[in-house]
């Protein structure tokens, strides 16, 4: 593949993630905010937004941490949110394909929620893409959102308490997700999956350790590939 080709699906991979920077700015800017009231030192803050790239999970060990929760209990909880990693890393393997460890590897690292939807989409819409160029497509949708997210919450550490409430901050996550999600309701086995994992997730929400997600997370699967069977 010449490097003209995969300097296109670079860009295009950039052009296509360019609408989440309204919302991961206010999200890296919230935790940086939230994070420092907590008593975290921005040398904290900064390390642990650059290692663990996600913002949900992220939160959760936080609140955990502000509660003096046992270490134990903190990790668990930040692990049952990010599970879903594991999940869209297990779907996005066979379209990149078996490379070398160090692109493995940071591939993995910038595999988060706006890299993945953007990337399954990309390559479902464009199924004759070269594994380089769905790479870089992938590489692409994380320039802006990573730089931007560590950067942001940098932003919002430094300047802690000295932004308004009354900003809302915290407007950025809902919108952030239901962006990703919408776009991926084309059958009806997706949009079955959705709303059972919403429900559930909302019945469930007692459940400690945020474990109701992953329950809901699990179930909802089940449902759409039951009615995916069905429909086949």
Known sequence: MSPSTSKSALWRGVRA?????????????LFGVAATEAGLPIAQVMGFTALVIAGASQFTALQFMIENAPVLVILASALAVNLRMAMYSAAITPYLGDQALWKRALLSYILV????????????????????????????????????????????AALGGQIPPEYGLDFALPIAFLAMVAPALRTLAHVAAAVTSVVL??????????????????????VGAEVERRMA
């Open 113 to 156: 929620d706006q890299t993945y939807n953007l990337a399954i989409l990309d390559y479902e819409q464009n199924p004759n893409q070269t594994v380089a160029q769905r790479t870089a497509f992938f590489v692409g949708c994380a320039i802006p959102i990573v730089p931007l997210w560590i950067a942001s919450t940098w932003v919002g």
């Open 17 to 29: 993630c360019l609408p989440f920077i309204i919302v991961i700015i206010p999200f890296g800017m």
């Open 201 to 222: 997730a909302l019945v469930l929400g007692f459940v400690p350790l945020n474990l109701g997600l992953l329950v809901a997370a699990v179930l909802a699967m089940m």
